[in-house]
Structures are given as structure tokens and as C-alpha cells.
């Protein structure tokens, strides 16, 4: 049990199966890493990182959240800031500095710390952790505004309050006499404009070689993660930490280029973050012990509600008024701000450096930050969607079904869909074909679904599934392939194929999506059909008209397409595990001639119900 590989082995199971069950009991997943780190840790003691790590654990975690902010910059696209870019800069321009002073003073005169722990301790809670509001708006739903206010507010704090830390630190050091003053200005002036110039540099340079081919398509992954790892550690050359300013930089000058790899690279980004994200959430909470835990009194129970019910809300409601964010959006984002890795991390160096230095209390530092990040996750991770939909800041009460074409019968299915009270979008590059969805008000998107501007005017957490339906076999798998990982890739669907192809044609099967019915019609079977009649046909089960009864007053050439949950969910039958149950609506394809008795069954269903 002492053998560091099987322990490195059991933190990164751990981690995953806390993001799995996270997944499936639809919590914040750094909740359950929490309760992981502390039973492997103070629990358990079997993972105690300062000694099976020793002097590689901090720069280990230092090169780690560099790389989540990296990730996290990749994710910031401008055209997403162009209605909320006032308030972002008041937030970080002057609610960053309002948060660092205001809860210093708290943790002094509430807390009960020294000065020195009590200013650093208020510029790294400046952070608001991207590693955390990224999982909580996916399921949150959120409108555009607010999640994007909330996104760059996280990603683009967290360097900056690492950066407020690292100037507090040095300061303390002047004032105690360990450090000369003279040339500390001078320091953090060169730092700045190294780490921001050293990572548009950097990124622009990137840029130039994965376009122009200098770097083969295997490697441009594993190159641009060395060259992000070389870019913080140059900087922190200059000041410590400043490196973290630097990546995100790079980040956010990377996500606004027109690389056509980026897609891919995203993804990778994303898949090491998840993992490195889990693991050093279950170090930094292994690292706490009994001690820690003691040290956390009534008074800082004060200090924690101080920080959540007047310091976020003065600074926030001051920085934005009269930015152009709603009274809605500035609510929200002032009672949201859950503190994730990043803080966890810097505290933890800076406690470890402020003690080393002499400061008596600094090792209550990383106990606080800690209780204010398990307070912000668990409070601010279940009354996120319940505050949104109070304020009506959501984008949508369910999600829908998103189109990819638009023949007639697939305008009837939306036309369906949308009585239903079902979210439905037709997206299509032909007007005429949309022109009748439209007169129909059926929300469209007029142009290709596969463009950039789609990518930014589509957001794809208002839909829970994709069905390609145009004539193209080759472009409906293209779509599929390209929305596979937004959306998950049992949740996107396509035509079938034609029983004429050949193997010469046939596309490999590590592209597309599932065939849309459970007999993989083609494009041209229901175009015929749609002309011969054919409809769509909504009908509830319930306890007297059951499935099986469904189907027997069906023509058995009819398709059962899908069917709608209570809920909303939408579940199609080409993918289904189960059938529809009591007070499921079913949708249909149905023959003319059986049209009358379809929609007769329907009357006494919904008569019965």
C-alpha cells in the first residue's frame, strides 16, 4: 500500500469515478472530489502528498493549474464577450481590487488573521474558478449573457488574483526585511508585460507554424502542451507565479485565430484538464490535516458568510452599474462565485512561503480558502439553476432537438415538435427551404450549421439532440461527427443510408451518428412517403392505452420515431433501451389511410388522461 504508483494509480480512479458519479446524480463533481480528497487524506491517511510526493509536489500542481488555465482560455472566443465586455472589464478592473481589500479587512477583523495572511488571503479569493463554473453552467443551462459574463469573469480572475497574491506576498517580504523594496515595482511592471507580451508571442507563433505546416498534425497537440508548460515556467523566472498570466493569455489569443485543428487540440485540452482537474482537487484536500480542520472556528464561519453575503455583493453591484448588464444579471453574478483548484493551489504555495518566512498563523490560510471553496461549490452549485430560473436567466425550461436540414417532412416534425411545447431549430443553408418553417415560426438558423457563425449563434445547450436529415449522406455524418462531442454521441442522429450503396461509398463507421429509425429509411424513402400522405402523429400513453395497445392500432408500416418524457427529454426509438411508458407522448410516422384512426385514439387517450 506504500507504493507511490499504485497511489498516484487509486487518485486518478477515484478522481474519474467522482466525476462519473457527479454525472449521473447530476452534482457539482468537485463536491464529491472533495469527499474523496478527505477520505484518502485525513480520513484514511493513506495519501499524505508533501511526503509521497516531497519537494515535486508544488511545482507539480503549479505546472497543472497552469494547464487548466490554458484550457480554460481556449474556451474564450470575443464574439461571445460582445454584449457583456463592459462588465466583465468593471468586474476585473474594479471589483477585483474591491474583493481583495474588503475581504483582507474581514479576515483580520472577522477571522482573526495577521495582516500578512489576511492581505494575501484576500487577493487569491479574487479567483472565482473556472474548474468549477464550467461543469455548473453546462448544467445550468443559463441564457448567453450571463453564462458568458460568468465565464470570462472565472477565467480571466484567476491569473489575475494569483498575480494580486504574488505582489501581496512580495510586499510582506519587503516589510519584514527579507526582500529589497527598491526594485519591487519595478518587478512586477516587467512581469506584467512579460507574461502578456510572452504569451501573445507565444500564441502567435504557434499560429504561424501549425498553419504553415512547420508541425506535423500528430504532433501539434503534444507540442502546443510543451510549449505551454515552457511559457509558464519562463515567466515565473521573472515572478513567481506571473506564468499564470502568461498561459491564459496564450490561451484566449489561440481561441480567437483561425487555426483549423483547434477543434480537435480543444478537445484534448479539455480531456487532460478533466483528468488533472480531479486529481489535484484529491491531493490538495489529502494534504489537509486534523490540525487544519481545528483551526476553523466560529470566527471563521463569520469570515466565510462576510465573504458571501457583503464583500461578492458590494464589489459586484459597484463594478457593474451602468455597465449594460441587467439588474437580473448583475444579481446573479454577485451571488455566484464558487472558488475551485486555483485558489486551493496558490494558497497552499503561499502558506507554505509566508510560514517559511516567519508568519505564525499562515498555515490557517489554506484551511480558510478551503472552507470558503466547500461552502461557495456545495451553496452556489444547487441554487445556480434554481436563482437563474427565478431571475428567468435561462435559456431554455428543457432542451430540444436541433435539425440539420430542412425537407417538408422535417418542417411537419418540428411543426409537431413545437405544439408539443418541445424547443425545436431548423438550421439550413437553402432559404427556401426554411421559408416555410419560418412563416410557421419555427425558429431557424439560415446558413450552414457547420460554420463559425453557427457555432457562435447556435448554443448547443439549448438542445439535448442533433438529427441530420439532409440529402447528403457524407455532409449529415460530417454533422454528426463535428456536434459528437458537444452533444454526446448517443444523442446525435442521421439518415440512413440507402440499401444501394456500395462499400466503395459507404463511410467508415467511426463517423456519423445513429441511423435516425430502427429500419435506416433514406432520405428519399420519406421524401416519397411524405408525398403519398404520410404524417406525423402525437399521441400520450396512459394506463388504459398503453404501448402495446399503441402499436396494435398502428399500420404496421408505421414509424415510431421517438417519444417526449414528462420531463421533456426527448428519446429516440432507433436508440432506445426501454419503451415508452404511462403518460410518454409518442410521435410517429404515419401512413394516410391510417390518419383518421391515429388521430382517433388520440382524442380518447388525451380524453382518458
Known sequence: MHDIGLKIALIGVMGMGAQWLAWRLRLPAIVLLLLAGVLAGPATGFVNPTEDFGAIYRPLVSLAVAI?????????????????????????????????????????????????????????????????????????????????????????????????????????????????????????????????????????????????????????????????????????????????????????????????????????????????????????????????????????????????????PLAIMTATAGSGATLAERTLSSWIAPRGVVAVAVSGLFGGALADAGIADANRMVAFTFAVVVTTIVLHGFTLGPLASLLNLKSADKPGLLIAGGPRWAIDLARKLRDMDVPVMIADPNWNHIAEARLSEIPVFYGDILSEEAHHSIDPKRFSTLIAVTDNDAYNSLVCTDFAPELGRSHVYQLGRGADQSKRMSLNFTLGGRPLTEDGVDFRALRERHWQGWTFQATKLSDEFDYDAYLKSRAEETIVLLWVKPSGKIVFAAGATGTPSVDDRVVSFTPARDRRAAASNETASQEKA
Open 68 to 312: 487548466i488555465l490554458f484550457e480554460g482560455g481556449l474556451t474564450l472566443n470575443f464574439k461571445e464577450i460582445s454584449e457583456t465586455s463592459t462588465a466583465v472589464r468593471r468586474i476585473i478592473i474594479i471589483g477585483g481590487p474591491m474583493v481583495w481589500v474588503m475581504t483582507a479587512l474581514s479576515a483580520h477583523y472577522i477571522g482573526g488573521l495577521s495582516w500578512p495572511t489576511a492581505v494575501v488571503l484576500g487577493a487569491i479569493l479574487v479567483v472565482t474558478g473556472p474548474t468549477v463554473i464550467t461543469p455548473l453552467l453546462r448544467q445550468a443551462q443559463l441564457a448567453a449573457r450571463p453564462a458568458s459574463l460568468l465565464k470570462w469573469e472565472a477565467i480571466v480572475n484567476d491569473p489575475i488574483g494569483a498575480l494580486f497574491a504574488v505582489v501581496a506576498f512580495e510586499v510582506i517580504l519587503v516589510l519584514i526585511g527579507q526582500h529589497q523594496g527598491g526594485s519591487l515595482a519595478y518587478v512586477v511592471a516587467a512581469a506584467f508585460v512579460v507574461a502578456v507580451a510572452g504569451g501573445y508571442l507565444a500564441a502567435r507563433a504557434i499560429h504561424w507554424a501549425f498553419v504553415r505546416g512547420v508541425v506535423p498534425e500528430f504532433l501539434k497537440a503534444p507540442i502546443l502542451l510543451a510549449t505551454v508548460l515552457l511559457a509558464y515556467a519562463l515567466t515565473n523566472l521573472v515572478l513567481e507565479e506571473a506564468g499564470l498570466l502568461t498561459v491564459t493569455v496564450m490561451g484566449i489569443v489561440l481561441a480567437n485565430t483561425r487555426i483549423a485543428s483547434l477543434a480537435e487540440m480543444r478537445r484534448f485540452k479539455e480531456t487532460i484538464t478533466v483528468f488533472l482537474v480531479s486529481g489535484i482537487f484529491i491531493l490538495l484536500t489529502a494534504s489537509l490535516t486534523v490540525d487544519d480542520f481545528r483551526s476553523l472556528d466560529w470566527r471563521a464561519v463569520l469570515f466565510v458568510g462576510s465573504v458571501l453575503f457583503v464583500v461578492r
